[in-house]
C-alpha cells in the first residue's frame, strides 16, 4: 500500500511540474518579441520599401520637386515614427520593420512629434 501512495505522490508532483511548465511556455510565447535596434541592419535608400516612401539617408538630399511639402527641418530624429533615442545616429521606425534610419535621415510619410 506504501508503493501506492508513494507512486501516487510522485504522479501528482509530475503532474503539477508538467502543467506549472506548460503555463509558462505559454507566457513566454505571449509576451511581445522586440528586436534591439543595435542589432538590426540600416536601411539603404534603395530597398523597396524606403524608395516607395522616398526614404534619403539625409534630409538635405530631398528632391523637393518631387516632394514639395518638404522642410530641412524635417528629419527622422523628429519624426513621430522613429524611435531613435535622442542623440543617436540610428534608430528603429515604425515604418520600417527590421530595420534603422538615418535620424538625419527623411521619407515622405514624416510626421512632426508632438
Same mark, same amino acid.
Given at each position: 500500500?506504501?508503493?501506492?501512495?508513494?507512486?501516487?505522490?510522485?504522479?501528482? @508532483?509530475?503532474?503539477? /511540474?508538467?502543467?506549472? =511548465?506548460?503555463?509558462? !511556455?505559454? /507566457? /513566454?510565447?505571449? #509576451?511581445?518579441?522586440? !528586436?534591439?535596434?543595435?542589432? #538590426?541592419?540600416?536601411?539603404?535608400?534603395?530597398?523597396?520599401?524606403? @524608395? *516607395?516612401?522616398?526614404?534619403?539617408?539625409?534630409?538635405? #538630399? /530631398?528632391?523637393? !520637386?518631387?516632394?514639395?511639402?518638404? =522642410?530641412? *527641418? @524635417?528629419?527622422?530624429?523628429?519624426?513621430?515614427?522613429?524611435? *531613435?533615442?535622442?542623440?543617436?545616429?540610428?534608430?528603429?521606425? @515604425? #515604418?520600417?520593420?527590421?530595420?534603422?534610419?538615418?535620424?538625419?535621415?527623411?521619407?515622405? *510619410?514624416?510626421?512632426?512629434?508632438?
Amino acid at each position: 500500500m506504501s508503493s501506492q501512495i508513494e507512486n501516487s505522490t510522485s504522479r501528482r @508532483q509530475f503532474l503539477k /511540474v508538467a502543467a506549472g =511548465t506548460a503555463t509558462a !511556455a505559454v /507566457v /513566454v510565447g505571449l #509576451l511581445p518579441r522586440t !528586436a534591439r535596434a543595435g542589432g #538590426l541592419p540600416h536601411l539603404s535608400p534603395g530597398n523597396p520599401a524606403a @524608395q *516607395a516612401l522616398g526614404y534619403v539617408d539625409n534630409t538635405a #538630399l /530631398v528632391d523637393n !520637386a518631387k516632394f514639395p511639402n518638404h =522642410t530641412k *527641418a @524635417q528629419k527622422c530624429a523628429n519624426c513621430a515614427f522613429c524611435g *531613435a533615442k535622442p542623440g543617436a545616429a540610428w534608430g528603429p521606425c @515604425q #515604418l520600417f520593420p527590421g530595420f534603422q534610419v538615418n535620424t538625419d535621415g527623411w521619407c515622405s *510619410a514624416h510626421k512632426m512629434k508632438a
